[in-house]
């Protein structure tokens, strides 16, 4: 007589619940190792280097982006960054979801982007997820977080350590936990470039 398996929660599993399990735990296993490989690889000297690295991995990366070191990124396929960024040291990319972060976009150190979580009403704790789009021109400070669902608009600045729990209007100032819009953007209209080019990147633009 076969033995009754059961899940985490004590349900019992028929054999297409069960080969569902072993394929989910698989899929884990390629993700986690995926992610490892990446985070070894944000160690990496070099941005240039660093990021075409990421590229090979799945990231869309627009052109003069730097990423700088110890990045985390989860799901490479489904993360898009424009061009001209700024991606601070030890930053979480989350690509469970839809992940797009538009152009001209300075991310400071240490901040986290999720775009999947736990569902805290759900009897099994499930996992749910949603997309995150950060606009143009958007400043984050160090150490702030930003959680599933939230649109940041163009212009944005969100202050160190804040909680990103809604939507941000554009030119918005948010801080706070959860974040609450604090302030304006005097200057409404933004044309900066966030770098200036670099000796790889003036060889690619002659050549």
């Not at 004590?10 to 993700?31: E, F, H, P, W, Y």
């Not at 789009?133 to 150490?143: E, H, Q, S």
Request: hydrophobic share 45%.
């Amino acid at each position: 007589m076969l033995a009754t398996i059961r899940d985490k929660d004590g349900k019992k599993l028929n054999g297409g619940q069960v080969i569902d399990k072993v394929t989910a735990r698989i899929s884990q296993g390629i993700l986690e190792t995926e992610t490892y490989i990446l985070l070894l690889l944000g160690w990496v000297p070099f941005s240039l280097f660093r990021v075409l690295l990421y590229r090979i991995s799945g990231v869309k990366i627009g052109s003069n982006t730097v990423i700088n070191m110890g990045a985390r990124f989860y799901n490479p396929d489904n993360i898009v960054i424009g061009d001209d960024c700024v991606i601070g040291e030890k930053i979480t990319l989350d690509g469970r979801d839809r992940l797009t972060i538009g152009s001209h976009v300075d991310i400071a150190s240490e901040v986290m982007i999720y775009n999947s979580e736990h569902d805290i009403n759900d009897s099994t704790f499930a996992a749910i997820s949603a997309p995150v789009a950060i606009g143009n021109y958007v400043f984050i400070g160090p150490r702030a977080i930003i959680l599933p669902g939230v649109t940041v608009g163009d212009g944005a600045v969100i202050a160190a350590g804040a909680v990103v729990t809604k939507d941000v209007p554009e030119n918005a100032i948010v801080g706070g936990v959860p974040a609450k819009v604090i302030s304006q953007r005097k200057q409404k209209k933004h044309t900066y470039k966030l770098r200036r080019l670099g000796l790889f990147d003036i060889f690619r633009k002659i050549s």
